[in-house]
C-alpha cells in the first residue's frame, strides 16, 4: 500500500462538479492499493499517517501529530500511485490491485482512522475525481507499507 501525504490548510475533492468531501487543517492523503496488500497492510497505514509529527510545535519544529493538532483527513483513492513506468512513457497498472478489494482495503484505512476519533472525508471510489488543496510547507511525506515488515 502507498500514500501519498501532505500536510494541508485545507483540502476538497469534487465529482460531478460538486464537493463530496472538504477539510480544513490537516492531510490530504492520496492511498494506492497494490496487489497482494493484506488488512495488516491497511492498518498499518492508518496508524503511520495519524501518528507522523509534521506538523509544528510551539518551537517550530516538526512534532506534533494529526491527532496533536485536532486536524481532519481527506482520504482519496489512487491507483495510479501503483503506476510502474520503467522501460516505457505509458505507466503500467498491474501492481495495482483489483478494485472491489482495492476498495475494501481503501475503506478499511478510513474506517481505522475514525475509529481513532479523527474526522475523515472522502472521494468517490472509482469515479473521476478533481482535488484542490493548499499544501502547507510544503510538507509531502510517501509511505509504503511494503517497506515496514
Excluded at 501519498?4 to 494506492?32: D, H, P
Amino acid at each position: 500500500m502507498r500514500a501519498v501525504v501532505q500536510r494541508v490548510t485545507e483540502a476538497s475533492v469534487k465529482v460531478n462538479g460538486e464537493i463530496v468531501g472538504s477539510i480544513g487543517q490537516g492531510l490530504m492523503v492520496l492511498l494506492g492499493v497494490k496487489t497482494g496488500d493484506t488488512e495488516k497492510d491497511a492498518l498499518y497505514m492508518a496508524d503511520k499517517i495519524l501518528k507522523l509529527r509534521i506538523f509544528e510545535d510551539e518551537n517550530g519544529k516538526m512534532n506534533r501529530s494529526l491527532k496533536d493538532i485536532g486536524g481532519s483527513v481527506l482520504c482519496v483513492s489512487q491507483f495510479t500511485l501503483l503506476g510502474d513506468c520503467r522501460g516505457q512513457n505509458r505507466p503500467g497498472f498491474t501492481q495495482a490491485e483489483a478494485p472491489e478489494r482495492a476498495n475494501e482495503l481503501y475503506e478499511r484505512v478510513c474506517a481505522r482512522m475514525r475509529e481513532q476519533d479523527v474526522t475523515v472525508e472522502t472521494g468517490i471510489f472509482r469515479t473521476d475525481m478533481k482535488v484542490a488543496l493548499v499544501n502547507d510547507g510544503p510538507i509531502t511525506i510517501l509511505v509504503d507499507s511494503e517497506k515496514t515488515f
